[in-house]
């Protein structure tokens, strides 16, 4: 692991608080002097229980989050974090470098990531960019009758039953259910579910919504997801 810890302190780090939730104290304890060096106010938890405590009992500006850590894993932190309604920048460390690990830590509800080793100079210049940033705001949870559809949760509902879908398919559903009423042309649905450059079936999109309506209509003796032939698809307000 590479540190340069650099001379002085960094511009607007003062009255800044950091919780670093780390098991690997040695590197806990570099991280803590390095920080303090440059300014900012650090805390340290060394396991997950600590760090979620400490997370939802204390206000801080930037959450560094190891992934693996004894108790509950970062994963499974950052998630809580987010179901409490806390929603502190996370940086998340993990030596299990890959782009499935990193794909888990944001849809998880980190804002970045950071595979290990890393650089010091690095680890500084995103905690700088995540306190400019700031504390988002949680995403609003999208009501369509009582179809409740919630992106921070990843949840999907009807009524008081849970509804489990994929990412693909709660990507299609969060974008018709932010238009309800409206047409949606399967273009925007692609382009939100997958990206502008897929170069595959358009008709995937069809295979989705067939599944979608299996499990937000049938079940509960609705049609509210419905096909505007040579236009798209709209939900039903």
Not at 40 to 68: N, S
Request: proline share 5%; aromatic share 8%; net charge negative.
């Amino acid at each position: 692991m590479i540190f340069m810890f650099a001379l002085g302190s960094t511009p607007h780090a003062e009255g800044v608080r950091i919780l670093v939730v780390e098991d690997e104290h040695r590197l806990a304890e570099l991280l803590r002097d390095g920080l303090t060096g440059e300014g900012f106010a650090v805390d340290l938890a060394h396991d997950g229980r600590e760090g979620l405590w400490m997370g939802t009992e204390q206000p801080y500006d930037v959450i560094v989050l190891d992934v693996m850590l004894p108790g509950l894993d970062g994963y499974t932190v950052c998630a809580r974090l987010r179901e409490a309604g806390v929603w502190t920048p996370i940086l998340m460390l993990t030596a299990m470098a890959g782009e499935y690990d990193e794909a888990e830590a944001l849809d998880t509800g980190a804002d970045d990531y950071l595979a290990k080793p890393f650089s010091y100079v690095v680890l500084l210049a995103r905690l700088r960019a995540l306190v400019r940033r700031g504390v988002r705001e949680r995403p609003a949870v999208l009501t369509v009758g009582d179809l409740r559809v919630d992106p921070a949760g990843l949840r999907c509902s009807r009524g008081e039953v849970l509804i489990a879908l994929t990412p693909k398919e709660f990507a299609i559903l969060h974008c018709l259910a932010g238009r309800a009423g409206e047409v949606v042309p399967k273009s925007e649905l692609l382009a939100r579910a997958w990206d502008f450059a897929y170069e595959g079936d358009s008709n995937v999109v069809e295979v989705y919504i067939s599944a979608l309506r299996r499990k937000i209509d049938r079940p509960f003796g609705r049609s509210t997801l419905t096909t505007v032939r040579g236009a798209g698809y709209r939900l039903e307000p």
